[in-house]
């Protein structure tokens, strides 16, 4: 079911070994096609994550108006997350993706170095040292037979390479081996190997290093600080089960990573940070000038109304004198003094 992925990925390393003519670097010229396919969809996931902290406060709004009916709470924000562009799930992809690409990477690094070695071998050497006097039995070691590549065409460089050897070098390391194996091997051979996992547990750590400085440690539950301060340091440690192939691999990646989320850092996070500390400047401006106005309104209300009152009532009152002035006649005064 999976040789057509084991197969093409071999023979992408068949064509880096052509043109290198080496094992580690061809191993390194994968990772970096790897890495080229899948940073599109870090940097997709990592803005996608952003915009859902951009709107967290609406977000937030809507799972408190629908609290108690989880049916339309459901419809709603999904209906958000469509009306933004977000994609709750996009942030699991870069992470989702790593596991069928180490299972891949390392069946076809074990099947490429796969070495002939069996019961049939293991019965076949009994067999000659007891029907052969004189000879003394020698254990067989796995390790010293010759590789039989498979997930390779006979007519591939790299499987004319491997076939016949019994070690994949590179500066000084078989990257066939296992860390583990090669402590068995003598120390020569195993320091190695521990100071290329040296270098990943380097690596793994400053990445994790690189999100955290950028996270807010005080929105981050207990749990979750715990396992972002282990993790870095459980992938080194099973690499001394796997391949050193395999540790090549994620040293190199781990290299890619740190000069992604730096570029991730200054070019999308920052960004999103000022336009977060606008933000939670701008509401309390807004909130003053939406208060303020309605005073002021409130003011030029009262006032107007007060306004023209007076101004009424100053008619009012010039009215009735200037009506008893004009209104008056001459002889009034002498017709009440006529009376008296």
């Not at 064509?15 to 580690?24: C, D, I, K, M, P």
């Not at 993706?97 to 019965?123: D, H, N, W």
């Amino acid at each position: 079911m999976f040789e057509g992925f084991f197969k093409s990925v071999t023979y992408v390393l068949n064509f880096f070994y052509e043109l290198t003519h080496s094992f580690g670097a061809s191993i390194i010229l994968l990772t970096l096609v790897v890495m080229v396919l899948t940073a599109p969809l870090t940097l997709k996931s990592t803005r996608s994550m952003l915009q859902m902290q951009r709107h967290q406060p609406e977000l937030k709004r809507i799972q408190t108006e629908f609290k108690d009916d989880r049916e339309r709470l459901n419809q709603e924000v999904m209906s958000f997350y469509r009306d933004n562009g977000i994609n709750p799930m996009s942030g699991c992809f870069p992470m989702l993706i790593q596991a069928p690409i180490f299972l891949i990477l390392y069946q076809v690094i074990r099947g490429i170095t796969e070495r002939s070695v069996g019961t049939a071998s293991g019965v076949g050497r009994v067999v000659g040292t007891v029907l052969t006097p004189g000879t003394s039995f020698t254990p067989l070691i796995p390790r010293e037979q010759v590789f039989e590549p498979r997930h390779l065409d006979s007519t591939a460089e790299l499987y004319r390479a491997l076939s016949g050897r019994n070690t994949m070098p590179f500066l000084g390391v078989d990257l066939a081996i296992s860390p583990m194996d090669a402590l068995r091997v003598g120390i020569a051979t195993f320091i190695p190997a521990l100071i290329l996992i040296g270098m990943m547990l380097v690596s793994q750590v400053y990445q994790q290093r690189q999100l955290q400085g950028r996270q807010d440690n005080s929105q981050v539950n207990p749990q979750q600080q715990m396992i972002m301060k282990v993790l870095p340091y459980t992938l080194p440690i099973f690499s001394f089960q796997f391949p050193i192939g395999l540790s090549l691999y994620y040293f190199i990646q781990g290299l890619c990573r740190i000069g992604l989320q730096g570029y991730i850092t200054h070019k999308v996070y920052k960004p999103h940070a000022e336009e977060m500390n606008s933000r939670k400047e701008s509401p309390p401006a807004t909130n003053e000038k939406k208060t303020a106005t309605p005073a002021a309104s409130k003011k030029a209300s009262n006032s107007t109304p007060s306004s023209a009152k007076s101004q009424a009532t100053k008619a009012k009152k010039s009215q009735p004198s200037t009506s008893s002035t004009t209104g008056r006649k001459s002889g009034a005064p002498r017709q009440s003094s006529t009376k008296r």
